[in-house]
């Protein structure tokens, strides 16, 4: 990202702690801009040659033209500020006085209206006169005005003075000449202030005007300090921006609160889930969503969020409470609760837990039960396991005493292994699951809420403690060494029923069954092998493989973001034989996957299972058992229905004419099988040779695979063999010949002896 720079973690961890006198250890780095700046109420702003310095809340920053911060000095009272090349002079309302290096400072006058430095003098303004001074306070000169001085300015080598307007709003500008003051410029509209710079140009009602020309630059309305430097503007505004204006663009510069992206307003809390951070910008009516970047979802006033496991997100805010798909921020729904304003909430067993008015409530299904007196409820990422903080201590759900015994406390928040973190009087603290201490980490002084990070992106790190400042606007993280404690899934028993599913949006695979190390980014549409949809240590991620052309990628995806299963069919053979030897059966339908079962051998009696089609780069996949094992293989290593491999020969009777393809017979349809054999092939036609049937039944003989059977088209056939049918017309041939034969001789035999019995 080009705006926003990745957080960067600070390694001061503590590294030893006693129970009765912790250890404080502090390592934050804020997840706002980089251009976040604490300006309290700044109230004032001038641009000096190389640095620009701001006022406010008691305060002078002062910053380079890169906007670095060069030095803080406590300045109580301070309500102008000039500065040159030898000096820096403030006036507070007992007067002027010059700032030290050392950051002390020395009186120069007494009370005055206003104030500039032009070289080795000070001119003071008080009511309707203005004084020149030395730097030693020693007065060089004085002129006195029929109006009030309402303003000076440096501007171009002159000191220039404005007076109070008439009754129209109009004043006059003079500059002083030679030790007397002259009218400049008259008749200037709504003149507030004048402004010190390479030109002389005075501000007044949200613009800034050049008196010699009559140009103008219209500011927002907002700013509470204007100063000029060259063709650069500079403002601040009361909640903690500053501004640039130059080239007619303005740009925000840095700011503790803004509406600018990447700056909160008053945030309440943080939350993470889905490889997102979550920040409840309370005064800007909006959740930010950071990840890769920012985006927001409209909620007014957020006070309290929680993720489900199926891809939503749960906001309590001023209207109510809603539900929000996490990749579709402007799908929000209404939820009807009954209760007040909701402080915390959290999902776990399938149910809403929530916190209002001091007490804790379930809602399920619509429906709302009191839990118990609580102000705050939190829940395991892993196990679900709820706890409640109470006035005197952290409770586990139906535990009747403290597993962290603490009063007072501003929140909490559990790890995957159930640690607890405790945030109270500027500090976090550890205490392990059974309550005891492990450590503190000190936190800004208005520390209002606490999470633990479960994401790992552009803003924070698995295991960071993410701190929310809410009068400071901020929100930053803490590294308390928890990136050790990834979680991890037991897969020893993986599924075989409904694995097939697609991906119902854009969505990462990741390393961990967390929201921790991306393994690939997956299309929408997808498909996946989901090799353990449910997952004991976690219900809101499943453990999924994708295999594309890079490989076989296996790690853990959000439920939210997975389809149904895909339809499991019963396969039309049940029944098969391996064609190969050395046949593997695998773990899923992935010859990159594991095997389960090695080396089976050919013609080795499997049986076929229901199983959803399922094909990758042109192989289908079958799910068999054989033997004792179910598992999968290629669809080409299995011979289904009347394909029995063997080494036997056909006995060939007929040549094909013509390359034509083998069929199967399916509930008498005839069905390619993807295979062929070439014209002059012989083959053994089984059965009786029916010429006038459009397939016929044929042994072909595979170098592969062995013995064969398939259909082909009859008209492909040449028969080269006495068929039963011909045999049968050759033996009538021969009866009807034999009868001719014999009926002759009996004729002739019987003429014969009619002859000799005549004679």
Not at 17 to 33: D, G, H, I, M
Not at 288 to 305: C, H, L, N, S
Request: proline letters at 3%.
């Amino acid at each position: 990202m080009k705006q926003f720079a990745k957080i960067l973690i600070a390694t001061v961890i503590c590294a030893v702690a006693a129970a009765l006198s912790p250890l404080y250890a502090s390592a934050e780095k804020t997840v706002v801009s980089d251009r976040y700046t604490f300006i309290g109420n700044p109230s004032y702003i001038y641009c000096a040659a190389g640095e620009i310095l701001i006022l406010g809340n008691d305060k002078l920053l002062v910053y380079s033209y890169d906007y670095t911060l060069l030095n803080e000095y406590d300045l109580p009272g301070a309500v102008k500020i000039r500065k040159n090349d030898r000096y820096t002079a403030y006036s507070t309302a007992s007067g002027v006085y010059l700032l030290q290096e050392d950051g002390g400072s020395r009186s120069i006058y007494t009370a005055c209206s206003d104030f500039v430095l032009a070289g080795d003098r000070l001119y003071v303004s008080s009511g309707n006169r203005v004084i020149c001074l030395s730097m030693d306070g020693t007065q060089q000169f004085s002129h006195t005005f029929d109006k009030s001085i309402i303003s000076l300015a440096y501007a171009d080598g002159i000191v220039y003075l404005a007076t109070q307007g008439d009754k129209f709003g109009y004043s006059n500008i003079y500059a002083c000449l030679d030790g007397d003051f002259v009218l400049e410029y008259d008749y200037c509209k709504n003149l507030e202030s004048l402004l010190d710079g390479d030109d002389l140009y005075y501000y007044g009602a949200s613009r800034i005007t050049r008196p010699e020309t009559g140009e103008t630059v219209i500011l927002p309305g907002d700013e509470s300090g204007v100063s000029m430097r060259g063709d650069r503007i500079y403002f601040v505004t009361a909640s903690g921006e500053m501004y640039l204006i130059s080239g007619g663009q303005t740009t925000l510069i840095f700011a503790c609160t803004s509406a600018d992206k990447g700056y909160f307003a008053f945030p309440r809390a943080a939350a993470s889930d889905y490889g997102k951070l979550f920040v409840l910008d309370y005064a800007n009516d909006r959740v930010a969503v950071m990840e890769d970047d920012i985006t927001y979802i409209d909620i007014k006033r957020p006070t309290a969020m929680t993720a489900d496991y199926s891809g939503s997100l749960y906001v309590a805010g001023k209207e109510g409470l809603f539900r929000v798909n996490v990749n579709q921020p402007d799908n929000v729904v209404p939820v009807n609760y009954p209760g007040g304003a909701i402080d915390s909430i959290t999902f776990a067993e399938n149910s809403l837990y929530y916190t209002t008015d001091g007490k804790a409530y379930r809602l399920t299904d619509g429906e709302s039960a009191y839990v118990c007196d609580a102000l705050r409820v939190r829940s395991e990422y892993f196990g679900g396991k709820i706890y409640f903080l109470k006035q005197d201590g952290i409770y586990k759900a139906d535990y009747s005493y403290p597993t962290v015994s603490v009063s007072g406390a501003a929140d909490f928040d559990v790890t995957s292994d159930g640690s607890i973190f405790v945030l109270k009087d500027d500090a976090v603290t550890k205490y392990s699951d059974q309550g005891e201490f492990i450590a503190s980490y000190k936190t800004e002084a208005d520390a209002s809420a606490i999470s633990v990070s479960l994401v790992t992106n552009n803003y924070t790190d698995y295991g960071n403690i993410v701190v929310t400042c809410s009068s400071m606007h901020k929100v930053y993280n803490m590294d308390v060494g928890e990136q050790s404690s990834l979680p991890s899934a037991n897969l020893q028993y993986t599924d075989t029923d409904g694995i097939i599913r697609t991906t119902l949006e854009d969505a990462y695979i990741y390393q961990y069954p967390c929201s921790v190390s991306k393994v690939a980014l997956l299309p929408a549409g997808s498909t996946v092998i989901a090799g353990k949809y449910n997952l004991y240590e976690t219900e809101r991620m499943s453990y999924v493989l994708y295999e594309d052309f890079s490989g076989l990628k296996t790690g853990y995806m959000y439920k939210g973001i997975l389809s149904q299963p895909a339809k499991e069919t019963t396969p039309t053979e049940t029944s098969g034989r391996t064609l190969y030897d050395n046949t593997a059966l695998y773990r899923f339908p992935t010859s990159r996957g594991d095997i389960l079962v090695d080396n089976i051998g050919k013609n080795v009696s499997v049986t076929i299972l229901p199983f959803s089609k399922y094909v990758y780069d042109g192989v289908e996949w079958l799910k068999i058992r054989v033997g004792d094992s179910i598992g999968f293989v290629a669809k080409d290593m299995i011979s289904t229905g009347i394909y029995v491999p063997t080494d036997e020969r056909p006995q060939y009777n007929a040549t094909l004419t013509k390359t034509s393809q083998v069929y199967d017979k399916v509930n008498d349809v005839y069905v390619p099988i993807g295979y062929t054999l070439p014209s002059g092939s012989d083959v053994e036609i089984v059965g009786v040779f029916d010429q006038g049937s459009e397939y016929t039944l044929v042994k072909y003989f595979d170098s592969s695979l062995g013995l064969r059977e398939g259909y082909v088209e009859t008209d492909a056939l040449n028969s080269y063999s006495i068929t039963p049918l011909q045999i049968i017309g050759l033996l009538c041939v021969g009866l009807i010949a034999i009868l001719l034969i014999s009926v002759c001789i009996i004729k002739f035999a019987g003429k014969r002896k009619r002859q000799l019995s005549k004679k």
